[in-house]
């Protein structure tokens, strides 16, 4: 079945842009989605199709798909946004949602 | 305002079932497509199951098949997650998750999660 992967950290200095990939075969057809989970809470959704942000999410949330790897990047990194985020798919070929592994965020 | 609210998580044994239940208020259920996601503990989220609108669609996360069985009755806003065989690998934290866009058949994206119900498989 379809696998995406992530890195397990991410570390970023305050103010700084953080990129954070899911890797997976021909990504860029598939509409990617990310969610963040801050400890003892449940996820929430970031980003949605690559690059939509949900109503109450900064601007400082985007997202890009090309080729094998999708991104997330987040501009102007703030110490709230220490956190775990984990990108999803839906693999039609198999009709399975994937997640990815998380990557832990860790503003320095 | 949407609220999901599961209940029925607890303490197994190996081998025994739990029925998980979610109740959905602060929108029309019976347009959304609703999946349960779980989580171990330390671990990253995993796909359970989904379920369509009118349940006409089901699908299972490649594990769980024939162990798991996901219902709604949308005339009682309620999803349910019927675990059957239960393993210590199934212990985690279960959330009733929302489709992000009425009228999917399939699931897509999950904008609104519950708190989720603590499930512990242990003899």
């Known amino acids: 079945s379809y696998v995406v992967t992530q890195p397990p950290s991410v570390s970023v200095a305050p103010g700084q842009t953080a990129t954070i990939i899911c890797g997976g075969d021909d990504i860029r057809g598939k509409s990617v989605h990310w969610y963040q989970q801050k400890p003892g809470q449940a996820p929430v959704l970031v980003l949605h199709?690559?690059?939509v942000r949900p109503s109450g999410i900064p601007e400082r949330f985007s997202g890009s798909n090309s080729g094998n790897t999708a991104s997330l990047t987040i501009s102007g990194v703030e110490a709230g946004d220490e956190a775990d985020y984990y990108c999803?798919?839906?693999?039609?070929?198999?009709?399975?949602?994937?997640f990815g592994g998380g990557t832990k965020l860790t503003v320095l | 305002e949407v609220q999901l609210v599961e209940s029925g998580g607890g303490l197994v044994k190996p081998g025994g079932s739990l029925r998980l239940s979610c109740a959905a208020s602060g929108f029309t259920l019976s347009l959304y497509t609703m999946t349960w996601v779980r989580q171990a503990p330390g671990k990253g989220l995993e796909w359970v199951s989904s379920?369509?609108?009118?349940?006409?669609?089901?699908y299972y996360g490649d594990s769980l098949k024939g162990r798991f069985t996901i219902s709604r009755d949308n005339a009682k806003n309620s999803l349910y997650l019927q675990m059957d065989s239960l393993r210590v690998e199934d212990m985690g934290v279960y959330y009733c998750v929302r489709e992000g866009a009425p009228n999917f058949l399939r699931p897509n994206y999950f904008d609104f999660w519950g708190q989720g119900a603590p499930v512990t498989v242990s003899s």
């Open positions: 999803q798919v839906w693999d039609s070929r198999s009709d399975l949602v994937v």
């Open positions: 199709d690559d690059n």
């Open positions: 379920i369509s609108s009118t349940g006409s669609h089901i």
